[in-house]
């Protein structure tokens, strides 16, 4: 996906040439004077402003401290580094999958692969912890105009990589529909999320991990305390993201210490609420931040180290070891501080912050994910895709003991488990547990939409559908015409803009020329289509039986962890 966001840029810098920025006025603000850009529409871009004090050497793995002043005006023109990731993973098989399933010509896919192998790899730095502005609000001497609502933007990437100055991201049109866009970096992987018992102890609430969630919680605070000098309206704030930004949305939701930091949240394609991961101990199935550190510290061939002797480590020593395996345990982690409890169990018992919600996933959101981890469930790993239907069942009755054979019917499993064990995929890492999100939400009372984005690219040869970040371009109305935009979706990008922009003004994405969208009662979802059939319309319960028999596996598991969590044990384990 990053390889795609690239490519995106480099037309797009190709399109324009070499034009010179247009610096903005000169503002004043409680870190100090800063000048920014103006983009093509006018509006006023500052990029790589310092929410927080870089976390490196004694400030790796410490929440992050506080933001740096200055005496001289700050040049915020240009994009800070990336937080420290993988950048040559040497596996594309998400951005081949994409290029060659959208059905683009021969000539046109020869193309993209040719460019996208020249690109640049983005610098990567400890030193990362900074956002960007995008403001219609000012005023030509750089004083703001009105306090416009704000959308703070979590980008995804599992965690493990992203960052906030992706191309996808710095449109103009949500700050054209008057609001004022953030986008924020935070740690990533091992430097977001590293639980370790000697940085437990040297922590001054005994825990560890959770970094990039103290980061976003930062980067809120920040925007609390200034983004009313960039024109933006502190009382009114909606946090959205997608894939792991929206995981992020959820925790924020979850986290104590993100309340009263915004005041509605925008989820898509992902929710948090099926992470089980404890600082130490079982997680009924998660690996625990502890045993992800001994797995660290085997590949790094080091063992009972100090917290000064981590933070010697150099960086890329770190990324160098790092493998899959190692790091799927960077998550957040229940640490009694942070994450008093996992987010699941935070919205099943009504402990979060309550505030208008919408969430929705997209039709095929695993044709990125199945070809390379055919698991229909992300409960049990070794789906016996060769095995008899009997064998199917028996899997699957340990995470589905009432629902097995049901599953079995609703996907046609027995029939051809890797072509319709995809959609299951699908269904249950994203529609699970963004039902759950929306439906826990109305229950306490929180105006709630869900919806389902159908679109599929414009060509009859398309074989990838509505795949797994594709409405990103939309959101943000920064599509490549070579990837394939037709009349339809441009329709369905103002659509999307308008719904967006509107939720973060009002907490309600209804407004003058778009299809009406009721509040999901328990059942409406707002279908978003281009290049089908269909127009973007009103659908009940989506998916609905589907969905309901894979619930069960999230609510044995929420069940599973709870009786945990009340367990003596786990209770001193968090005291401790």
């Known amino acids: 996906m990053r390889r795609l966001l690239a490519l995106s840029a480099a ?9 010179p920025a247009e610096l903005s006025p000169v503002i004043s603000t409680p870190q100090g004077s800063v000048q920014g850009v ?23 793995w410490r929440a992050p401290a506080p933001a740096p002043t200055w005496s001289e005006t700050r040049a915020a023109t240009e994009f800070s580094p990336m937080c420290m990731q993988v950048v040559n993973e040497g596996n594309d098989s998400f951005f081949e999958r994409i290029v060659e399933g959208s059905g683009l010509s021969a000539w046109k896919e020869f193309l993209i ?8 790899v983005s610098p990567i730095s ?38 906030g100055d992706f191309t996808y991201y710095q449109g103009d049109s949500l700050p054209a529909k008057g609001v004022v866009l953030v986008t924020i970096n935070y740690r990533l992987g091992a430097f977001g999320y590293l639980a370790h018992p000697a940085l437990s102890a040297d922590d001054p609430n005994g825990v560890s991990g959770n970094y990039g969630t103290l980061d976003q919680i930062a980067a809120l605070t920040w925007v609390r305390d200034n983004i009313s000098v960039y024109g933006g309206d502190p009382d009114n704030v909606t946090i959205f993201g997608e894939s792991a930004g929206a995981w992020s949305v959820t925790e924020m939701m979850a986290s104590p210490l993100a309340k009263g930091l915004f005041h509605k949240a925008i989820g898509q394609s992902g929710s948090s609420v099926y992470h089980m991961g404890q600082m130490d101990g079982d997680g009924v199935g998660w690996v625990s931040g502890y045993a992800t550190a001994e797995k660290l510290e085997n590949a790094l061939g080091i063992e009972n180290v100090s917290a000064k002797e981590l933070r010697a480590l150099p960086a890329e020593k770190i990324l160098n070891v790092l493998t899959n395996d190692i790091s799927d345990g960077f998550h957040h982690v229940s640490d009694g ?39 229909p469930t992300v409960w049990k790993e070794g789906f016996p895709h060769s095995g008899t239907r009997e064998d199917m069942q028996t899997y699957l009755s340990d995470a589905f003991p009432t629902q097995a054979e049901n599953i079995i019917n609703l996907y046609s499993l027995d029939m051809n488990s890797k072509k319709f064990g995809m959609d299951m995929m699908g269904d249950e890492i994203f529609g699970v547990n963004i039902r759950y999100t929306v439906e826990r939400a109305e229950a306490d009372g929180q105006a709630a939409w869900a919806y389902t984005w159908n679109r599929v690219p414009p060509s009859e040869s398309q074989t990838i559908g509505a795949f797994h970040s594709a409405e990103l371009p939309f959101v943000f109305d920064t599509s490549e015409p070579i990837l394939g935009y037709s009349d339809e979706d441009k329709l369905l990008t103002e659509q999307m803009v308008g719904y967006w922009s509107n939720f973060a003004k009002t907490g309600n994405p209804n407004g003058a020329g778009l299809p009406n969208w ?5 059942k409406n979802w707002l279908a978003m289509e281009a290049n089908t059939s269909d127009t973007t319309r009103v659908v009940e319960n989506w998916r609905g039986d589907k969905l309901d028999a894979l619930s069960e596996g999230l609510t044995v598991k929420l069940e599973q962890l709870e009786a945990l969590s009340k367990s003596p044990q786990t209770q001193n384990t968090i005291l401790e």
């Open 518 to 522: 009721p509040q999901y009662g328990g």
């Open 11 to 19: 037309f797009a810098l190709a399109s324009c040439g070499d034009k």
């Open 113 to 120: 692969k040719r460019v996208a192998a020249n690109l640049p």
């Open 38 to 60: 103006v983009t093509d529409s006018g509006f006023h871009n500052f990029k790589g402003i310092p929410y927080a004090a870089p976390p490196v050497g004694d400030q790796r």
């Open 126 to 163: 400890e030193d990362c912890l900074y956002l960007n502005v995008r403001n219609p609000a000012l005023s030509g001497n750089g004083t703001p105009k009105d306090k416009l609502p704000v959308m703070v933007w979590i980008h995804g990437g599992g965690h493990q990589f992203g960052s």
């Open 337 to 375: 501080y942070v994450f008093p409890q996992n987010v699941g169990l935070a919205f099943k018992n009504g402990n979060y912050n309550k505030v208008p919600v919408l969430f929705g996933y997209n039709a095929d959101e695993a044709t990125l994910f199945f070809p390379d981890d055919p698991e």
